[in-house]
């Protein structure tokens, strides 16, 4: 079982930044990728970025060159560090879990966080 708390959002205003993050518990995370993705008000969730154990990461185009995923194995956390925001990022982000599959596909995550609403102003 594995247990993730997402937290850092809130409002920003366009071009702002937030920093989110999510803390992991119960599963060995240090080989573990991670991942972040963010569903808007009536849209379906989709793939913002991942990271594998060993620090390579991947992003959608829609925030690449803007959002930064990390993390720290030792505390067992994951980040998502998001800057020059848009309108557009206005959505619950949810932080997962890499059970098997491809790392862009949310049916490959089997572990989810409750989400963290993040919203950019004009």
Do not use: H
Not at 1 to 13: A, F, N, P, T, W
């Amino acid at each position: 079982q594995v247990q993730l708390v997402e937290s850092g959002g809130g409002l920003v205003q366009a071009g702002g930044s937030l920093r989110l993050s999510c803390a992991a518990s119960g599963r060995s995370f240090n080989r573990n990728p991670m991942g972040w993705f963010r569903q808007a008000p009536g849209k379906e969730r989709v793939f913002v970025a991942s990271i594998r154990w060993n620090g390579v990461s991947y992003y959608a185009d829609a925030v690449k060159g803007r959002f930064t995923i990390s993390r720290d194995n030792a505390k067992n956390t994951v980040y998502l560090q998001m800057n020059s925001l848009k309108l557009e990022d206005t959505a619950v982000y949810y932080c997962a879990s890499f059970t098997g599959g491809s790392y862009f596909d949310s049916r490959s995550y089997g572990y989810w966080g409750q989400g963290a609403q993040v919203t950019v102003s004009s």
